[in-house]
């Protein structure tokens, strides 16, 4: 934590063999793990807290024996914060410096997208880092309004915004020549509905 501030309350309860572990944390942007230890120096991870209506900020609640805790007289427990999406920030940072590198500004493309209950599929025209004409083939529902424009740079920035608001699931394959996000799924949050995305993009085509 930065100094002047107090770490988050870790506090465990029990019943019977089910153990619940809550964190007073209330910043949901925040990823936390539990992990145990024997000697309180050597530690190993536990499992992922989630946010839930139920539990004020943060919480976990598992069977000890499925936790793996031996003698409870024996071990410590603690609250670890950590970066969810750092490889991907990795990785999309690599990315989209060889898209940058490839300088294509004027290029075709087809996208199939998947998001909540509205699907589409569309080819885009992009000129000069502009796109400058869509063709939709598919969108469903079918009175669901046309695809909304978007660049290879526009999918770039939709992966920036899902690690900057520490989405729970990115699962991610950038093209292997030209860096851009060829296929994904991000949901940002579990307790969302319909905001999960998905989409597969293919035929980039340049443009002379």
Do not use: C, H
């Amino acid at each position: 934590m930065l100094p002047g501030q107090d770490a988050p309350r870790l506090e465990l309860t029990m019943e019977g063999d089910s153990m619940t572990f809550q964190l007073k944390s209330f910043d949901l942007s925040e990823s936390w793990i539990l992990q145990q230890s024997i000697d309180g120096v050597t530690w190993s991870n536990l499992i992922l807290f989630e946010s839930s209506p139920e539990i004020v900020g943060f919480g976990v609640k598992a069977d000890r024996t499925t936790l793996g805790v031996g003698d409870l007289g024996k071990v410590f427990f603690r609250a670890k914060k950590f970066a969810r999406n750092e490889e991907v920030k990795q990785k999309y940072l690599s990315a989209l410096a060889k898209w940058n590198e490839s300088n294509l500004v004027s290029y075709s493309y087809l996208v199939s997208s998947d998001q909540g209950m509205i699907s589409y599929q569309a080819r885009y025209t992009v000129v000069d880092g502009e796109v400058t004409e869509v063709e939709t083939i598919l969108v469903w529902p079918p009175f669901f309004e046309p695809p909304p424009s978007r660049t290879i740079e526009d999918w770039f920035a939709t992966v920036a915004s899902a690690i900057d608001q520490n989405a729970v699931i990115m699962d991610i394959d950038w093209n292997s020549e030209l860096g851009y996000p060829e296929s994904g799924y991000i949901d940002i949050s579990k307790m969302i509905a319909d905001e999960e995305r998905g989409w597969r993009i293919s035929e980039i085509l340049p443009l002379e």
